[in-house]
């Protein structure tokens, strides 16, 4: 059994990139190199259908690296890993020798109130269909994956007059490119400008916002939107106050009929009874039809509980840069603000009992499926992340509805026809769930359930998946770590039994942090 290195000096040039702009002397950088080593047997090694499947034992080295730092007026975090894949006999069609997975974002204030810069990149793979195995926890599977890569820069400028107003101005550029060509990819630019009122207007506050987004693609040319907002806020009474808006939004793309500008307007109210609980809902009209939008949380003292509804018009380009909606180590941060009132304190915290406990970084929401198109998504979802005395429970309830806007053609290229059509329209539901239980100081239990339905709106196909894993972790030492892991998944549709498969999948990792 063989291990390809030859792509692990991809990690050399990336480390010392980021290496170069970080002193050496500054107590605040620091570089942690990893290693990592796991073996695998698992009986659907490349996640064929059932009639398919082929047992086979994955060795697998994850040599990478970690860098933090931060000083008066810079952060910067960023991470890269190779995963090395080695297989029993010779490697099988839909797996592949290798993985490279990276991501660094950073924040600079170059001048204190006024200009500031953003910037992330990062790499791995993503899903390209929200129909197909679904390879959470299998890198090495190649059937529903691609690599897909993304920089973003971002400067801005944001200055408060006194307690007047605050303004700020950003620009962005970015880029996101799959496997290696610009299909389905492309670049972008946007504007942004926001107004908004300070402390003075207490009783009746005001924003003006302006966004406009162009987007660039190689094969089917330029797409853009524009949006213009202003905001009125009516403070009745210290904990309630009512909303009120109207705008215009202007969209370019390849339309499948029908309208794509129009007046918007919504309604609606903010209620904070308490530092705990936050409720705001809305309500309006925009060209495309009724919308609404709903954000709530409710902390307790053990406990965080979240509400959010959406309705607008999306890309799946867009959705890529923004963070997942249920994110573990933001809930972590309600939870212990409490407990923990500096934020900087509170975020290295949560870090650190995110690594002890092997908590996942998200819980499983809707499949961002590769597509060129614009569309409308109405998105809900209900959360909840509960500390006990013994362990950290954390659930996710999900309903999630795209609609195509734009032509299909526009992913026939991309994806295929045959994968276009079945990612024309889509809804997605499921629920997902993760309990750490803490049995000592050096032991912990992890059991992440996941479920969801995908039904293609247009061809009528609905596909099942589930996912059952149980991990336990024991540190051998402070930089040390060893795992065992046994894992279930299954997918299948009612409508293609042939595209119905299972993995039962065993192994055990040592990891080491130096």
Not at 308 to 335: E, G, V
């Amino acid at each position: 059994m063989a291990i390809t290195t030859a792509k692990l000096p991809r990690l050399a040039p990336l480390a010392l990139a980021l290496l170069s702009i970080a002193p050496a002397a500054h107590a605040g950088w620091r570089f942690t190199p990893t290693i990592g080593m796991t073996e695998t047997v698992t009986d659907n090694v490349n996640l064929q259908p059932d009639d398919q499947r082929r047992t086979a034992w994955v060795t697998e080295a994850v040599p990478g690296f970690q860098l933090a730092g931060s000083g008066t007026r810079y952060t910067l975090q960023a991470m890269a890993q190779e995963h090395l894949f080695g297989y029993s006999g010779s490697r099988l069609p839909g797996t592949r020798d290798s993985q490279f997975v990276y991501g660094a974002n950073g924040q600079a204030r170059v001048v204190d109130d006024w200009f500031y810069v953003d910037a992330s990149a990062g790499g791995g793979p993503r899903t390209a269909s929200a129909f197909g195995p679904q390879a959470e926890g299998n890198l090495w599977a190649t059937g529903n994956l691609v690599n897909v890569r993304s920089w973003r820069i971002s400067p801005y400028l944001r200055h408060r007059f006194g307690s007047t107003a605050t303004v700020e101005v950003r620009y962005a550029r970015d880029s996101l490119e799959q496997s290696g060509n610009q299909v389905g990819t492309g670049e972008g630019r946007s504007w942004t400008a926001n107004v908004a009122s300070g402390p003075s207007f207490y009783t009746l506050g005001w924003s003006l916002d302006y966004n406009r987004q162009d987007l660039d693609n190689k094969l089917f040319g330029e797409s853009s939107a524009k949006n213009v907002q202003g905001t009125l806020r009516w403070r009745l009474a210290r904990t309630f106050a009512l909303t009120a808006g109207t705008g215009y939004d202007s969209y370019d793309y390849q339309s499948l009929g029908g309208r794509t500008s129009g007046h918007s307007w919504s309604a609606g109210f903010i209620c904070t009874p308490s530092v705990r609980t936050d409720i705001r809902i809305s309500a309006g009209h925009r060209f495309y039809g009724p919308t609404g939008a709903l954000d709530a949380s409710h902390r307790m003292r053990h406990s965080v509980w979240t509400a959010h509804y959406s309705d607008t018009i999306t890309n799946s380009r867009q959705q890529m840069f923004l963070p997942a909606s249920y994110d573990t180590s933001a809930m972590l941060d309600k939870m212990f603000t409490a407990s923990i009132p500096d934020p900087v304190q509170r975020a290295a915290t949560v870090q650190a009992y995110m690594v002890a406990t092997g908590l996942p970084p998200t819980l499983t929401d809707s499949i961002n499926y590769l597509s060129n198109r614009w569309l409308r998504e109405k998105n809900a979802q209900l959360g909840l992340a509960l500390n006990g005395a013994h362990g950290t429970l954390m659930l996710s309830l999900f309903d999630d509805k795209r609609t195509a806007l734009s032509a299909i053609r526009t992913d026939s290229d991309l994806l295929g026809s045959a994968i276009a059509a079945l990612n024309d329209n889509v809804h997605q539901r499921g629920f997902s769930s993760a309990y750490n239980y803490r049995a000592s100081a050096r032991t912990n239990a992890l059991l992440i359930a996941n479920i969801s339905r995908v039904t293609s709106i247009t061809t009528g196909i609905t596909q099942d998946v589930s996912q059952l894993r149980f991990r336990v972790t024991r540190d051998l030492s402070r930089r040390s770590q060893a795992a065992i892991e046994v894992r279930r998944a299954h997918g299948g549709s009612s409508n293609l039994n042939t595209q119905t498969y299972t993995e039962n999948a065993v192994s055990a990792t040592l990891s080491m942090r130096f």
